[in-house]
Nanobody, 122 residues
C-alpha cells in the first residue's frame, strides 16, 4: 500500500512558476514509476510527466521545456517544477505510482494522491 500526498499548488500569474511535491508513504518508493497527471474542469485526466525508477523523465509535448519532473528516493518524494505557466495549465494536479512499466495511461497506475489545485491567471 502506498499513500501519496501532494502539496505546492496555488494561484500564479501567467509566466510564473510553481513547484509541486508528492510525498509517498512506505519503504518501496524507489520501486515505483511515478507520474504527474492533471485534470481541468470538463476535461479528462491527462498525462503531464513521468519518471522512471532510476530517474529518467518523460513529458507530455505541451509541457516539454517548461516543466521538470524529479525524484528523491531517500526522501520518498517526487517533484514537478513548473515554469512559464500558461492559463491552459490550470487544473488539479495529481501524482500517481505504478509498480509496472508506467507510462502515460491512467489505467496502469495503482495509487493516486488527492490532487492539488493549480490556477494560472492571464
Amino acid at each position: 500500500q502506498v499513500q501519496l500526498v501532494e502539496s505546492g499548488g496555488g494561484l500564479v500569474q501567467a509566466g510564473g512558476s510553481l513547484s509541486l511535491s508528492c510525498a509517498a508513504s512506505g519503504r518501496t518508493f524507489s520501486s515505483y514509476y511515478m507520474g504527474w497527471f492533471r485534470q481541468a474542469p470538463g476535461k479528462e485526466r491527462e498525462f503531464v510527466a513521468g519518471i522512471t525508477r532510476n530517474g529518467s523523465p518523460y513529458y507530455e509535448d505541451s509541457v516539454q521545456g517548461r516543466f521538470t519532473i524529479s525524484r528523491d528516493n531517500p526522501k520518498n518524494t517526487v517533484y514537478l517544477q513548473m515554469n512559464s505557466l500558461k492559463p491552459e495549465d490550470t487544473a488539479v494536479y495529481s501524482c500517481a505510482a505504478d509498480s509496472g512499466p508506467g507510462g502515460r495511461y491512467t489505467r496502469f497506475y495503482e495509487y493516486w494522491g488527492q490532487g492539488t489545485q493549480v490556477t494560472v491567471s492571464s
